[in-house]
């Protein structure tokens, strides 16, 4: 199953800034990319958004030259593109959602207008981020040039999702001829009763982090023998805290979408926007793709 490269496309900066990036990786990959333009169902979780607009809407033209626009444009800038378009009734998120069932990626910017609205700002972006059927990368405004260079970061707590997340950080620092950092982070070490106790649970800690480093790194090195790969023991207030710093010199994070320990529920609530919305470089929500059905 040749599956496409998906990028959410409103008209605005930030999701042309996405498809600029979808299409290179579509290219690389050689991967069709696809399109979508998502437009609002007025009766949005059964309540309507206008009482007197009850209607349900039909594609614009309007989108539809817009989309077909920017896929030319894209095609002329990448050569061998395969592009298509498509306009979806129901919602962003749930077009989106709908569409990484079949997916090889989704591309999405972290702001947007009309139908991406608020995407990545509320409800809709968790919905996205919890429900998606294959990995999510979200793209920083356009206004922000997306950096390049340095190296790709992954979050690594010992879970199957975190796993998967480095797994695809490798491939991606792999694709980029780039330097791999695994960061483990814990929280700082609160005061006990006895001393020795909370110096005995902080030697625990480390010594847990080094063991998950550790066994990250040789899982990588042995899938990626010539790949530069360093390991990140950090104390921080929270995960995301530690990779917003990290993002400020890389060129991309990388998450998994469930986690444990110090990634527990990192993208289950206001953590997960927070990544989104402040990171320094894009992010990859590691969503492991559902099998084809073919």
Do not use: W
């Given at each position: ?144 040039p997306i950096p390049v260079g340095g190296p790709v970061v992954v979050g690594v707590d010992g879970s199957a999702s975190a ?52 066994t990250a790194a040789d899982t990588v090195r042995r899938a990626h023998p010539g790949l530069r790969v360093t390991e990140r ?62």
């Amino acid at each position: 199953m040749n599956r496409p490269v998906v990028a959410g496309v409103d008209g605005s900066p930030s999701s042309l800034a996405a498809a600029e990036l979808a299409a290179a990786t579509a290219v690389a990959r050689s991967r069709p990319l696809l399109l979508v333009h998502g437009y609002l169902h007025p009766l949005r979780y059964g309540v309507p958004l206008n009482p007197y607009d009850l209607g349900v809407p039909a594609p614009t033209e309007e989108a539809e030259k817009m989309l077909e626009r920017v896929a030319a444009e894209l095609a002329e800038r990448h050569p061998g593109l395969r592009a298509q378009v498509r306009q979806v009734a129901g919602g962003p998120g749930a077009a989106l959602v709908e569409e990484s069932r079949r997916a090889e990626l989704v591309v999405v910017g972290s702001r947007g207008v009309g139908g991406f609205a608020g995407l990545l700002l509320g409800s809709v972006g968790g919905q996205l981020a919890q429900h998606g059927h294959c990995p999510v990368l979200v793209v920083r405004p356009a206004e922000e040039p997306i950096p390049v260079g340095g190296p790709v970061v992954v979050g690594v707590d010992g879970s199957a999702s975190a796993a998967y997340a480095v797994e695809l950080a490798a491939d991606e620092a792999d694709r980029r001829d780039a330097e791999l950092a695994l960061l483990h982070v814990r929280s700082p070490e609160r005061g006990a009763v006895a001393p020795e106790v909370a110096a005995e649970a902080g030697t625990a800690e480390r010594a847990e982090a080094t063991e998950l480093l550790a066994t990250a790194a040789d899982t990588v090195r042995r899938a990626h023998p010539g790949l530069r790969v360093t390991e990140r023991a950090v104390v921080a207030a929270s995960p995301e805290t530690a990779l917003r710093e990290a993002s400020g010199e890389a060129s991309l994070v990388v998450v998994g979408s469930r986690g444990r320990g110090g990634f527990a529920g990192l993208l289950l609530g206001s953590v997960s926007q927070a990544l989104v919305q402040h990171a320094h470089c894009p992010v990859l929500v590691a969503h492991r793709p559902e099998p084809a059905d073919d």
